[in-house]
């Protein structure tokens, strides 16, 4: 029988401040219910996604991590770094839904992930839930988890916010310490902040809307690098109608036959797609940086003041 589905964090638009609070990253990654027991699996790890579903063949790397013989219940989040070393769902994903074991081994090697445990909640058969946080990471710390990451937590939670935008990763999620947990619920003692960054980029491209040719749905977009103008993703929010009548007025003029980016844009991208002289640069918003795409990217408008010379290499 799967555990419980994990306590859930609720958003906030700013990090609490106080002796109350803990405060931790919050990981571009997937969440992970790891459940060691002696009994009936003859003490084999198995892994448990949050929506209850047994994922363990994804991830031998994390299952035979040397945990040694102790019955646990841990809650975490399985991450996998990408070429700049910060974590990256977009990379994560070509192993989140691996079915066949040898396909699993082989990007174990390639894309190796790392569990962050950031909770115990049963340790030698006792449940740790109804304990305060404080003590739970207590016990958490104490234990020798081998190849399993107890990521560190933080009483200046302004600090840590400073730190993860500057970093390019996700976010915070600040915990009051004398907080329980509560399976299946998503609670006001967990609270997550995810950071928007705001850059600019250039214009290659621009997709209709379904059924039309002509109603501009969105724009392909990307930024300078010392090889050329590399893709960076498809930008479609924030394009309301009236943005999309000017930004299609816009391109009317700047087609071209040929993509302008110097990196192969992905088919599913690339189907339907017009393309344009790289000259427009527009600014976007989007969750974390150093990533080969955009996560969740909005339109934020059009920077007449900017030429594409103008922009620094961001990658």
């Given at each position: 029988?799967?555990?419980?589905?994990?306590m859930l964090a609720t958003k906030t638009d700013t990090v609490p401040v106080g002796a109350d609070w803990s405060h931790e990253v919050k990981w571009d990654g997937v969440r992970i219910l790891a459940d060691r027991a002696d009994r009936g699996a003859g003490g084999a790890t198995r892994l448990w996604s949050r929506n209850a579903n047994e994922v363990g063949v994804a991830w031998p790397d994390v299952v035979d991590s040397a945990v040694g013989s102790r019955d646990l219940l841990v809650d975490g989040e399985v991450i996998v770094l990408n070429e700049a070393g910060v974590p990256d769902f977009r990379v994560l994903q070509e192993r989140l839904h691996v079915r066949r074991a040898r396909t699993a081994e082989h990007l174990a090697g390639t894309l190796p992930?790392?569990?962050?445990v950031f909770d115990l909640l049963r340790l030698d058969g006792t449940d740790l839930t109804a304990l305060p946080l404080h003590e739970r990471r207590a016990r958490l710390a104490d234990l020798d988890l081998g190849r399993w990451q107890v990521p560190p937590a933080y009483d200046d939670g302004a600090m840590?916010?400073?730190a993860t935008h500057q970093q390019g990763l996700?976010?915070?999620?600040?915990?009051r310490l004398d907080s329980r947990y509560t399976f299946e619920r998503r609670s006001p003692h967990w609270l997550k902040l995810a950071h928007r960054h705001r850059r600019s980029y250039v214009v290659g491209g621009w997709r209709p809307q379904e059924g039309t040719s002509d109603r501009l749905a969105a724009l392909l977009v990307g930024e300078p690098?010392?090889?050329g103008l590399a893709y960076r993703g498809r930008v479609g929010s924030g394009i309301g109608a009236r943005t999309s009548r000017q930004l299609a007025e816009l391109v009317a003029g700047l087609a071209r036959g040929s993509s302008p980016f110097d990196d192969e844009v992905p088919g599913i991208d690339a189907r339907g797609t017009h393309w344009v002289e790289p000259v427009l640069v527009v600014d976007v918003d989007t969750h974390g940086t150093g990533h080969a795409r955009l996560r969740q990217p909005s339109y934020r408008g059009l920077r007449e003041d900017l030429v594409p010379a103008d922009l620094p290499d961001q990658s």
């Amino acid at each position: 029988m799967p555990p419980p589905r994990p306590m859930l964090a609720t958003k906030t638009d700013t990090v609490p401040v106080g002796a109350d609070w803990s405060h931790e990253v919050k990981w571009d990654g997937v969440r992970i219910l790891a459940d060691r027991a002696d009994r009936g699996a003859g003490g084999a790890t198995r892994l448990w996604s949050r929506n209850a579903n047994e994922v363990g063949v994804a991830w031998p790397d994390v299952v035979d991590s040397a945990v040694g013989s102790r019955d646990l219940l841990v809650d975490g989040e399985v991450i996998v770094l990408n070429e700049a070393g910060v974590p990256d769902f977009r990379v994560l994903q070509e192993r989140l839904h691996v079915r066949r074991a040898r396909t699993a081994e082989h990007l174990a090697g390639t894309l190796p992930a790392t569990f962050m445990v950031f909770d115990l909640l049963r340790l030698d058969g006792t449940d740790l839930t109804a304990l305060p946080l404080h003590e739970r990471r207590a016990r958490l710390a104490d234990l020798d988890l081998g190849r399993w990451q107890v990521p560190p937590a933080y009483d200046d939670g302004a600090m840590l916010h400073a730190a993860t935008h500057q970093q390019g990763l996700e976010g915070v999620v600040s915990k009051r310490l004398d907080s329980r947990y509560t399976f299946e619920r998503r609670s006001p003692h967990w609270l997550k902040l995810a950071h928007r960054h705001r850059r600019s980029y250039v214009v290659g491209g621009w997709r209709p809307q379904e059924g039309t040719s002509d109603r501009l749905a969105a724009l392909l977009v990307g930024e300078p690098t010392p090889q050329g103008l590399a893709y960076r993703g498809r930008v479609g929010s924030g394009i309301g109608a009236r943005t999309s009548r000017q930004l299609a007025e816009l391109v009317a003029g700047l087609a071209r036959g040929s993509s302008p980016f110097d990196d192969e844009v992905p088919g599913i991208d690339a189907r339907g797609t017009h393309w344009v002289e790289p000259v427009l640069v527009v600014d976007v918003d989007t969750h974390g940086t150093g990533h080969a795409r955009l996560r969740q990217p909005s339109y934020r408008g059009l920077r007449e003041d900017l030429v594409p010379a103008d922009l620094p290499d961001q990658s």
